[in-house]
């Protein structure tokens, strides 16, 4: 890698880095220094406090040794939302940093499911469907969505949840043995990791998105059923607050109780939560289409190495 960096990087006008605490990130960062090109940096997530909890003595010495220094360098710090800017900040890194949000290909996202390729998941035409899809691990709150829904399904008998997502930490188990034991096997599903148009259709069948994280950088599941005209109820650390004033969902505390009785509150109001999904699909288009996102980037690209240069010529 430092062979072709060496070759690659005095031919461009750039370095862009993604994530760190990998070698790759270093190797390129110190190739942009050696060549004396700006340094773009982006941490997608990685710098949270709550994950720099995990091996966290490691990742202190880490930082202060190898990043720190890369991230005081870089011509311009990127971020997927506010609480990323914090997290670099929290850090002590003042190095100037721009939002720029994941980006998505709406054309690919349908509102309406293929009834051929739903009807595998035997899912009743009236039922109003909760869809979780994530990894099934503890950060994504899946367990507290299904404490959510113990506490609220006997009020909405068509309510289906959906489980969907690939079992990482080998929860799956655990949880349809509580389902078993619940006497909810008919209401709530695990159709595992779900790709191609069992995503899609999945994802269009949805009545409302579900995701009670305790920390993401910028969820694409999230982009993806707005796209798919879903409405979506979210925790504070999904770092979405936007779908709010747009009025495509609702954030919640994801605590099971808290979540249960915005659960309920969303369910109870049919027509105001088709409403929101049927504007979700133009918000996402106004503002995460990936030639809104490429403009950004692109910006940022010239402001910061416009800074850089400046930099040297003092």
């Given at each position: 890698?430092?062979?072709e ?68 360098e870089?011509?311009?710090l ?8 914090a997290?670099y ?14 980006g ?57 949840l ?58 694409m ?15 504070p ?72 240069r400046e930099?040297?010529?003092?």
């Amino acid at each position: 890698m430092k062979r072709e960096l060496a070759r690659l990087v005095p031919q461009v006008d750039l370095v862009h880095t993604q994530l760190p605490f990998v070698y790759p990130t270093y190797a390129a960062a110190n190739a942009a220094r050696r060549c004396r090109k700006p340094l773009f940096y982006h941490q997608r997530g990685v710098l949270d406090p709550e994950q720099l909890q995990f091996r966290g003595l490691k990742k202190k010495l880490y930082i202060d040794k190898i990043e720190r220094p890369i991230m005081q360098e870089a011509a311009a710090l990127i971020a997927l939302a506010e609480a990323e800017v914090a997290s670099y900040r929290a850090l002590g890194v003042q190095t100037p940093c721009c939002v720029i949000p994941n980006g998505i290909d709406i054309a690919l996202y349908r509102g309406q499911p293929d009834p051929a390729g739903i009807a595998k998941w035997k899912l009743p035409p009236d039922a109003t469907v909760i869809l979780f899809m994530a990894r099934l691990h503890p950060r994504k709150g899946a367990e507290k969505l299904l404490q959510a829904f113990q506490q609220v399904y006997a009020r909405f008998p068509k309510a289906v949840l959906v489980l969907a997502g690939p079992d990482e930490w080998g929860l799956q188990e655990k949880y349809r043995q509580w389902v078993l034991e619940a006497g909810l096997s008919e209401r709530i599903l695990f159709p595992g990791m779900v790709t191609g148009e069992d995503k899609f259709n999945l994802l269009a069948r949805a009545d409302l998105y579900c995701l009670p994280a305790s920390g993401e950088g910028f969820s694409m599941a999230v982009l993806e059923a707005l796209a798919s005209e879903t409405a979506v109820l979210l925790s504070p650390g999904c770092n979405f607050p936007e779908v709010v004033p747009a009025g495509v969902g609702r954030i919640t505390d994801p605590a099971p109780e808290k979540l249960a009785a915005a659960l309920a509150e969303m369910l109870s109001a049919p027509d105001r939560l088709r409403e929101m999904g049927r504007k979700s699909r133009a918000f996402v288009a106004a503002n995460y289409t990936w030639d809104i996102v490429a403009d950004q980037l692109l910006a940022v690209y010239e402001q910061g190495i416009r800074r850089y240069r400046e930099c040297r010529d003092v």
